[in-house]
């Protein structure tokens, strides 16, 4: 079952249900109310015949009740009938009356209703005799009736029942008629509203089947640059469009990461093979010049044997380098410390310039800064960066050191010849040499190294060079607590 369906559902029985209270709560109200108006009416109808009987009782001769005398015949029944008629002739015309003496019985009276029988029940005779007022409703061939039975009290005691009744059929077909209005009423109300709610909740929902359109078809194509479009408000809908797009963009970096990751590595594959391709054909050639018959002449021999050293010291280098960085790249985590920067600086140069010694290594900074790294990872990048000054530049080389932000910073700056800004931008990929460095050794990890290991310490290193002025390494790195 679809969301919309549900939605749809859900408003239509909520709809339904406070429409079907709504509508039991008005009909019973209506009910009741119409049912008091018929008890107060049939009251007040009552009020004058009860009371007047006792008044004109008090002023009467005989101490029969009235209702009694006005049952015979002569002068003292004509009487008491000219005192009864005035009471009941104020009643409405759809009132029945009947006046029934203290057991019951209807008396035999003019303004007695005998077309139509008004029951009493024995629970209510005992409650009338009780001086309490009866209410009942009893059913004839026109449909119910409301019957008001009040005790004729005279000198504190019952000595008649006096009963008031009025058809209820206009009332209970009104009613019926109510109760169909509301019951059509609500249905047609709930249909419609139905129908609302299915195109509302298809309109609401658009946004959701746009995103479920645009994740299949990123799944189909592998398309990372498609976006969700919404101009709605920035309601829950809203945030749910702009949260998917910024899952997009992630996705779409984190792929061209992964794909960049994966040039890299082939990159890397087919660099390393044709690294290791040239000093392994050169031992292989080498040894198959010793297996010769007749044996080479001892000089040559050993030239050959030099040649194996030289490229086996150099597969060394290259096997020892690409651990280093494997190391790296596997999260291989290193012990951090304080440490120095201007001890381990002016040991870094005094090595420097035992390499070359010809060349101008200059160290400036204070000596009381801190950072936090490995002393032996730091040393390495410092000589690969020395190193690759010394290799590409003639001019003098300074290593400078300095405090930013609760930051160290080490810089080794040369005056060669500098670096074009494509080449600044892959300086620090692996087995990439620019076009003057290829006729230098080495095979260009080194700063992959320096980088790889600069980061393990959790700090950066970033290169700033100008064509003609030289190159600047700058090392940043927390300072210690």
């Given at each position: 079952?679809?969301?919309?369906?549900?939605?749809?559902?859900?408003?239509?029985?909520?709809?339904?249900?406070?429409?079907?209270?709504?509508?039991?709560?008005?009909?019973?109200?209506?009910?009741?109310?119409?049912?008091?108006?018929?008890?107060?009416?049939?009251?007040?109808?009552?009020?004058?015949?009860?009371?007047?009987?006792?008044?004109?009782?008090?002023?009467?001769?005989?101490?029969?009740?009235?209702?009694?005398?006005?049952?015979?015949?002569?002068?003292?029944?004509?009487?008491?009938?000219?005192?009864?008629?005035?009471?009941?002739?104020?009643?409405?015309?759809?009132?029945?009356?009947?006046?029934?003496?203290?057991?019951?019985?209807?008396?035999?009276?003019?303004?007695?209703?005998?077309t139509v029988e008004l029951?009493?029940?024995?629970?209510?005779?005992?409650?009338?005799?009780?001086?309490?007022?009866?209410?009942?409703?009893?059913?004839?061939?026109?449909?119910?009736?409301?019957?008001?039975?009040?005790?004729?009290?005279?000198?504190?005691?019952?000595?008649?029942?006096?009963?008031?009744?009025?058809?209820?059929?206009?009332?209970?077909?009104?009613?019926?008629?109510?109760?169909?209005?509301?019951?059509?009423?609500?249905?047609?109300?709930?249909?419609?509203?139905?129908?609302?709610?299915?195109?509302?909740?298809?309109?609401?929902?658009?946004?959701?089947?746009?995103?479920?359109?645009?994740?299949?078809?990123?799944?189909?194509?592998?398309?990372?640059?498609?976006?969700?479009?919404?101009?709605?408000?920035?309601?829950?809908?809203?945030?749910?469009?702009?949260?998917?797009?910024?899952?997009?963009?992630?996705?779409?970096?984190?792929?061209?990461?992964?794909?960049?990751?994966?040039?890299?590595?082939?990159?890397?594959?087919?660099?390393?093979?044709?690294?290791?391709?040239?000093?392994?054909?050169?031992?292989?050639?080498?040894?198959?010049?010793?297996?010769?018959?007749?044996?080479?002449?001892?000089?040559?021999?050993?030239?050959?044997?030099?040649?194996?050293?030289?490229?086996?010291?150099?597969?060394?280098?290259?096997?020892?380098?690409?651990?280093?960085?494997?190391?790296?790249?596997?999260?291989?985590?290193?012990?951090?410390?304080?440490?120095?920067?201007?001890?381990?600086?002016?040991?870094?140069?005094?090595?420097?310039?035992?390499?070359?010694?010809?060349?101008?290594?200059?160290?400036?900074?204070?000596?009381?800064?801190?950072?936090?790294?490995?002393?032996?990872?730091?040393?390495?990048?410092?000589?690969?960066?020395?190193?690759?000054?010394?290799?590409?530049?003639?001019?003098?080389?300074?290593?400078?050191?300095?405090?930013?932000?609760?930051?160290?910073?080490?810089?080794?700056?040369?005056?060669?010849?500098?670096?074009?800004?494509?080449?600044?931008?892959?300086?620090?990929?692996?087995?990439?040499?620019?076009d003057t460095a290829r006729?230098?050794?080495?095979?260009?990890?080194?700063?992959?190294?320096?980088?790889?290991?600069?980061?393990?310490?959790?700090?950066?290193?970033?290169?700033?060079?100008?064509?003609?002025?030289?190159?600047?390494?700058?090392?940043?790195?927390?300072?210690?607590?």
């Amino acid at each position: 079952m679809s969301i919309r369906l549900r939605l749809t559902l859900l408003y239509t029985i909520i709809l339904a249900l406070t429409l079907a209270i709504f509508s039991a709560a008005l009909y019973a109200t209506q009910a009741q109310y119409t049912l008091n108006l018929v008890r107060n009416d049939l009251a007040k109808s009552a009020d004058p015949i009860v009371n007047g009987l006792a008044h004109a009782q008090r002023n009467f001769r005989s101490p029969m009740p009235i209702p009694w005398i006005a049952q015979r015949e002569g002068p003292e029944g004509d009487q008491a009938r000219e005192v009864l008629q005035p009471l009941v002739r104020g009643r409405r015309p759809r009132d029945m009356i009947r006046i029934l003496n203290a057991e019951g019985v209807a008396l035999d009276l003019p303004m007695n209703d005998e077309t139509v029988e008004l029951p009493l029940s024995e629970a209510g005779l005992a409650h009338l005799k009780n001086g309490e007022i009866w209410e009942e409703i009893a059913h004839d061939e026109e449909g119910r009736l409301f019957i008001y039975s009040r005790p004729l009290i005279i000198n504190q005691k019952v000595v008649g029942i006096v009963q008031f009744a009025r058809s209820l059929a206009d009332r209970d077909r009104s009613l019926r008629s109510l109760g169909i209005t509301l019951l059509a009423g609500s249905a047609l109300t709930t249909i419609i509203a139905s129908g609302i709610g299915w195109t509302l909740s298809g309109v609401t929902l658009r946004p959701i089947h746009r995103i479920t359109e645009t994740a299949r078809e990123i799944g189909a194509s592998r398309d990372f640059a498609s976006r969700v479009e919404h101009s709605g408000p920035n309601d829950e809908l809203g945030r749910l469009a702009t949260t998917f797009n910024a899952m997009l963009e992630r996705l779409q970096d984190a792929y061209q990461q992964v794909a960049h990751a994966l040039q890299v590595q082939r990159d890397f594959v087919a660099d390393v093979s044709h690294e290791l391709r040239t000093p392994l054909t050169t031992i292989r050639g080498n040894l198959a010049l010793l297996q010769r018959q007749p044996p080479l002449p001892r000089t040559e021999q050993d030239d050959i044997l030099n040649d194996l050293i030289s490229e086996s010291e150099r597969l060394s280098r290259l096997v020892t380098d690409l651990l280093t960085l494997a190391r790296a790249d596997a999260g291989r985590r290193l012990e951090l410390t304080p440490v120095a920067l201007a001890p381990l600086v002016d040991d870094v140069c005094r090595q420097a310039r035992l390499l070359a010694p010809e060349r101008e290594i200059a160290c400036i900074g204070p000596d009381n800064l801190t950072v936090q790294a490995n002393e032996d990872a730091l040393k390495q990048v410092l000589l690969i960066l020395l190193d690759n000054a010394i290799k590409h530049a003639k001019g003098p080389i300074h290593v400078k050191l300095d405090a930013r932000d609760d930051q160290g910073v080490v810089q080794v700056q040369d005056s060669g010849p500098g670096m074009s800004p494509a080449l600044q931008q892959r300086l620090f990929d692996r087995f990439h040499r620019g076009d003057t460095a290829r006729s230098t050794p080495g095979f260009g990890l080194g700063l992959s190294i320096a980088r790889a290991l600069i980061e393990a310490q959790q700090g950066s290193i970033a290169v700033e060079s100008d064509l003609g002025k030289g190159s600047a390494f700058t090392i940043t790195l927390p300072q210690a607590p």
